[in-house]
């Protein structure tokens, strides 16, 4: 499995993007997909997470109400909505997978990720 994200950018405070996490090589349809974060000189965080059966969410606090994940599983892909975007949400964006099938739940920690892509870099400035 491989994975490449996409569609990150410069915006002002307020504004929105939306990143693409397009995989190869294997169908997402048996993997957990998250969405992840890393500002300089701080860890990898969790943003969201999708699980691949029945669609479960999963956000951090801080992005919760503003960032949605979604999967298009006919381009076997999955995509961060991200709006309202704030001055502290710049970082690099990674997505990651993990095998697995969840019900009503989906694992988040970085930590249980990997295939991770090169990351797309997210700049919200005014």
């Known amino acids: 499995l491989r994975l490449a994200e996409s569609g990150g950018g410069s915006v002002q405070p307020g504004g929105s993007l939306r990143l693409a996490c397009a995989a190869s090589g294997a169908s997402l349809d048996y993997y957990a997909v998250g969405w992840f974060r890393q500002a300089p000189g701080k860890e990898r965080e969790e943003v969201s997470c999708i699980s691949p059966n029945d669609g479960s969410t999963s956000y951090a606090d801080s992005v919760t109400g503003r960032f949605t994940i979604s999967r298009d599983k006919a381009k076997n892909t999955v995509y961060l909505q991200i709006d309202n975007l704030k001055p502290e949400d710049t970082a690099v964006y990674y997505c990651?997978?993990?095998?697995?099938?969840?019900?009503?739940?989906?694992?988040?920690?970085?930590?249980?990720?990997?295939?991770w892509g090169q990351g797309t870099q997210v700049t919200v400035s005014s």
């Open positions: 990651g997978a993990k095998k697995g099938l969840f019900l009503r739940w989906v694992p988040c920690a970085p930590m249980e990720y990997g295939s």
